[in-house]
Nanobody
């Protein structure tokens, strides 16, 4: 099993920045990829960014966040980060961290383990 705990959410004004963290525990050796997802009220959960857990880093970004968000990982700390810059009110959502056991993937249904989420609210 893998356990995930997100932190770093909060309230920020449009144009501001936040850094989300996801601390991983348990069978980390079984992880192939990590991802960040978000869900706004009344909307489906959507992909934000993903990164491979191995030494060779492959990344994915949703078009809506390209150039503004950066995903990174620190294997020594068992932590994945999401640096969010130039935040917009439409980025307001509950942000989830997730882990995938095998193979690359970017959609929510492909991920196996999920955290409880951290709320990000961007005011205009």
């Amino acid at each position: 099993q893998v356990q995930l705990v997100e932190s770093g959410g909060g309230l920020v004004q449009a144009g501001g920045s936040l850094r989300l963290s996801c601390t991983i525990s348990g069978r980390t050796f079984s992880i192939y990829a990590m991802g960040w997802f978000r869900q706004a009220p009344g909307k489906e959960r959507e992909s934000v960014a993903a990164i491979t857990w191995s030494a060779f880093s492959t990344t994915y970004y949703a078009d809506s966040v390209k150039g503004r968000f950066t995903i990174s990982r620190d294997k020594a700390k068992n932590t994945v980060y999401l640096q969010m810059n130039s935040l917009k009110p439409e980025d307001t959502a509950l942000y989830y961290c997730a882990a995938k056991r095998t193979g690359w993937g970017t959609t929510p249904r492909e991920f196996d383990y999920w955290g409880q989420g951290t709320q990000v609210t961007v005011s205009s």
